[in-house]
């Protein structure tokens, strides 16, 4: 398995401008997580599915963030309009067992977004 | 605000000594887990060990976890330069299995 995989591995773009970063799951796992890391917050859970439902988006910062996750093997976090705050690491991250975290995650190499 | 703390929030030592992280949260968990972050990649799962056990080995890592204190600990024996990478446990609460709460992670630098 190629594990889980985002794209793309950086994103430079100017203030105001549309991001969307993407996500493939590991197939199989039915839960996914996204997370953003900043030096200042740390890792932060902005928002997860189950099952492809979003079940917690309360992490979500502000209206400019949405995601998706049209089917099992594909989701997407978008940030419009884009701010020079927003700039940090996004973690995608899944694992089996949906509704019970009883399994370690699996993280993919993130996407690193400097907002200009 | 963070579930877990870690401390000590950096650590530096020498190849094959022991390092020791520790790890406290606030409140009732169903599981704890650790990770490990090298510089500029994702994270990689460790180990997992739930809220009725109290010890847990996986090569040279040792877990503990002292649910009356709240607090657990990450033992890395012998370590190696290339164990250097940050340490974070993460957290699934009690009362919501859903989800794994981050700790702000320890930096551990061995030296050769």
């Known amino acids: 398995d190629a594990g889980v995989i985002q794209s793309p591995r950086h994103e430079v773009t100017e203030m105001g401008q549309e991001v969307t970063l993407r996500c493939k799951p590991i197939?199989?796992?039915?839960?996914l997580f996204w997370y953003r890391q900043t030096m200042m917050r740390g890792l932060e859970l902005l928002i997860y599915?189950?099952?492809?439902?979003?079940?917690?988006d309360s992490g979500m910062p502000e209206d400019r963030f949405s995601a998706k996750m049209p089917n099992a093997s594909f989701s997407t976090l978008k940030i419009q309009p884009s701010e020079p705050r927003d700039s940090a690491v996004y973690f995608c991250a899944s694992s089996r067992g949906a509704g019970q975290s009883n399994y370690g995650y699996t993280f993919g190499s993130g996407t690193r977004l400097t907002v200009v | 605000s963070q579930q877990g703390e870690e401390d000590p929030q950096a650590l530096s030592i020498q190849e094959g000594e022991n390092a020791t992280m520790n790890c406290s949260y606030k409140?009732?968990?169903?599981?704890l887990q650790w990770y490990r972050q090298n510089s500029g990649r994702g994270l990689v799962h460790l180990i997992l060990?739930?809220?009725?056990?109290r010890e847990k080995h996986s090569g040279r890592l040792r877990v503990t976890l002292d649910t009356s204190k709240k607090s657990s600990s990450l033992l890395i024996t012998a370590s190696r330069a290339a164990d250097t990478a940050s340490y974070f446990c993460a957290t699934v609460l009690y009362y919501n299995t859903d989800k794994l709460i981050f700790g702000t992670g320890t930096r551990l630098q061995v030296f050769p």
């Open positions: 599915f189950n099952n492809n439902v979003p079940i917690d």
């Open positions: 060990i739930r809220s009725n056990e």
């Open positions: 197939s199989g796992h039915n839960s």
């Open positions: 409140t009732s968990i169903n599981n």
